[in-house]
């Protein structure tokens, strides 16, 4: 069994979405530490004249230490409004749009207060559109553990995985004697983003997976497991 730990998103490209067609088990990261960098509360979509961001507002993000689990939404701001016009704008002549529209318009407009609660319907639309059958796990039900390798073991036991899903380069941040010791193995996760139909001339990777859905619609899940390999890394 494969475990892979990723932070909640709001609909990830599809890069984003590899680890949940390669892993048996996926830990959602809503503990970890926001991050504006990371970008878990923006997604890009393809415009007329290149790549936008839609960004969902939040509020305590400046805090020190605060978790993707404790912030919540700027329900001030007009965002849901402005993010289903830049879609619809955008996408409504997309072979897939209308495929789509109604549950990606529904979780966008009912979003409540919560961030992390916003990011976990995303990606399970993303997991369900995608035909994928990871289990999902909230890390907020799991053990605690400052620790980086130490988190890995607590977590693998919960949930009864050998496998630790890695990004290459990624082994260097970890204990590999300790993982070793415990009968963990890691296997490498490399995704291609190999190009697919935009309705705009000039293929631009890493929009949200929304572009691939709209544009490829169910081919999408073929899409992802064709351009994503997994192999053994110690």
Known sequence: MILAVEPPAYFPPPAG???LAAADVIVRADT???????????????????????????LGSGVPGARIADLAIDARQPWADEHWRALEYNYHNAAYYYYYADAVEGIIRSAGSSLAALLTAAGGFASGSLDLRAQMISSSGLPEVSERTGRLLAWAQVCGCDRYLIHPGEAGLLDLPRLKAAGIGLVTL?????????????????????????????AAAEYLRANTRIAGAV
């Not at 960098?37 to 507002?57: D, F, M, N, Y």
Request: glycine share 8%; aromatic share 12%.
């Open 17 to 19: 979405c590899a680890k």
């Open 190 to 218: 490399d995704f291609t983003a190999a190009p697919y139909h935009q309705q705009v001339p000039g293929f631009l990777p890493g929009l949200s997976l929304l572009d691939l859905l709209f544009n490829e619609g169910p």
């Open 32 to 58: 970890f530490r926001f991050s504006r960098k990371e970008g878990v509360h923006r997604t890009a979509i393809r415009t007329l004249t290149g790549q936008r961001w839609l960004s969902v507002p939040v």
